[in-house]
């Protein structure tokens, strides 16, 4: 079984072959053949403290990975609190802006190229205990595949986003 595929956005030509000799330990590769190469940076990890008191300071471990087939320029991302796992920025018919921690430098990545950034922030001392997450949101001006990613990247569970208690 084969099948390929035209991409309108990129004009890409995908090939889809199924391999192994079992069913069901069979499984499909799927090869770009043409079209535009393009990066498509995601934030696979975040790893905050468990706990930290307001006011005080610590340190986010942000895994960023470029899972596009072409380079990625160097870019920024930032860090920030929600109350919910969503992480709201400024836009149109949106909730209030959740509040920044920090802004961090990510370096240029080659397709599949992971760097894991050890980002510091600090929580504002006038910050309410409680329970938040902590999300990380890149930020580039390179054409991406997907740039719905770069914020809340996973649709299920916590987004991609880490939880955090403040006291």
């Given amino acids: 079984m084969a099948g390929a595929s035209v991409d309108p956005s990129t004009s890409g030509v995908y090939l889809a072959q199924e391999y192994g000799s079992f069913s069901p330990p069979w499984r499909i590769h799927v090869a770009k053949m043409l079209g535009q190469v393009l990066p498509d940076v995601i934030a696979t990890q975040v790893q905050p403290p468990a706990t930290i008191a307001h006011g005080a300071s610590g340190n986010v471990t942000v895994t960023v990975v470029n899972q596009g087939d072409g380079p990625m320029s160097a870019s920024t991302g930032g860090l920030y609190l929600s109350t919910d796992n969503v992480i709201n920025l400024l836009a149109p018919d949106s909730p209030p802006e959740d509040p920044t921690l920090a ?65």
Avoid at 124 to 139: E, K, N
């Fill in 103 to 167: 802004i961090f430098s990510v370096p240029a990545l080659a397709p599949n190229q992971v760097a894991s950034l050890v980002v510091p922030f600090t929580i504002s001392a006038r910050q309410a205990p409680g329970s938040y997450f902590v999300g990380a949101a890149l930020y580039n001006s390179t054409n991406e595949y997907s740039e719905t990613n770069n914020v809340n990247p996973f649709l299920v569970g916590n987004h991609g986003n880490a939880p955090i208690t403040v006291n």
